[in-house]
């Protein structure tokens, strides 16, 4: 089975904190996610990364920053935290063929105070 | 750009019945995946089913399965005989095919389900 492994179930940072946030993929997926979900919003793209050291940005990078330095692992990076990245954050994988069905971690709930 | 609209934020079903979720999705792409995912409360997110748009058949999974209708861009869920384990937000979610490879996911809101026992 693929394992998608998210380094904290529950965080709490204080507003200005360098937050990490890592991500394990055991499946070889060149592609990773990282997504933020609010309720009433869905899930919203934050960045990906199509193979080591490469990234794109989604839909709202603003105030995130992210690296890839090995296939298995995405790591998101919070420069200084604030109350408005208070959320749930989910990291995904998946292959680059087929249907690219993304595989999801159990995510980190992340409070900034 | 790709939009997938949920218009039930909220339903609820008596177990053993049967529930729709709807979704619509706005695309000028050919070639695209539609997939339902489901988030149980504080579990992870799991792929439902999926359909390929060029294919006109209906997806299927045991009690899931879909009604796709691709000139209306309407991707709907059916669940037949509801279990109190299918509580959970369900996603629709769109993914652009190209031919250098897959892209990101494109979410719904999400539908959250309620079964009644």
């Known amino acids: 089975d693929v394992k998608v492994t998210q380094s904290s179930r529950y965080l709490v940072k204080r507003t200005g904190e360098k937050v990490f946030l890592e991500c394990v993929q055991d499946m070889d997926h060149e592609n990773m996610f990282w997504y933020r979900q609010d309720p009433g919003l869905g899930l919203r793209l934050i960045y990906f990364?199509?193979?080591?050291?490469?990234?794109e940005k989604g839909d709202i990078p603003e105030g995130y920053s992210v690296s890839r330095e090995k296939k298995e692992r995405f790591s998101l990076i919070l420069e200084s935290a604030s109350t408005n990245q208070t959320s749930m954050y989910l990291c995904?994988?998946?292959?680059?063929?087929?249907?690219?069905?993304?595989?999801f971690g159990p995510g980190t709930r992340l409070t900034v105070l | 750009a790709q939009t997938v609209t949920q218009s039930q934020p909220e339903m609820s079903v008596q177990e053993a019945e049967t529930v729709t979720l709807s979704c619509t999705y706005d695309t000028s792409e050919s070639n695209y995946y539609l997939f339902w995912y489901k988030q149980p409360p504080s579990r992870q997110m799991i792929l439902v089913i999926r359909?390929?748009?060029?294919?006109?058949q209906n997806a299927t999974e045991n009690r899931f399965s879909v009604n796709f209708q691709k000139a209306a861009k309407s991707f709907s869920l059916k669940i037949s005989d509801s279990q109190l384990g299918d509580t959970a937000m369900y996603f629709c979610?769109?993914?652009?095919?190209?031919?250098?490879?897959?892209?990101?996911?494109?979410f719904g809101k999400g539908t959250r389900l309620s079964v009644i026992a």
């Open positions: 979610a769109f993914m652009k095919q190209l031919p250098s490879g897959n892209t990101p996911l494109v």
């Open positions: 990364s199509y193979d080591v050291k490469m990234k």
């Open positions: 995904a994988s998946s292959m680059d063929s087929g249907w690219g069905e993304q595989f």
């Open positions: 359909q390929e748009a060029y294919k006109q």
